[in-house]
């Protein structure tokens, strides 16, 4: 089931999220708003189950940390 939501940026956010969109090759910005979405769900879940999201080096992720893929 596909659902439509109406999300609302001033106009930082716009340009912040248009930053990104530039930088990962992303032409639609609805797409990354999807994936924002699907970050905060995967965080919900983790807070539910009791444990957190740290955030850390991007070199000590690969070696130590589980890997969110979005």
């Keep these: 089931m596909d659902m439509q939501i ?3 940026l001033n106009d930082n ?3 912040e999220l248009d930053k990104i969109a530039k930088k990962e090759g992303i032409e ?3 797409e ?3 994936k924002c ?3 905060y769900l995967h965080v919900k879940v983790l807070e539910e ?3 957190v999201l ?3 080096p991007k070199e000590q992720a690969q070696n130590s940390a589980t890997q969110i893929l979005i």
């Design 49 to 51: 189950q009791g444990k």
């Design 28 to 30: 639609n910005r609805s």
């Design 37 to 39: 979405i699907k970050l």
């Design 13 to 15: 956010e716009l340009r």
């Design 6 to 8: 109406t999300v609302r």
């Design 54 to 56: 740290m955030l850390v």
């Design 32 to 34: 990354i708003v999807r």
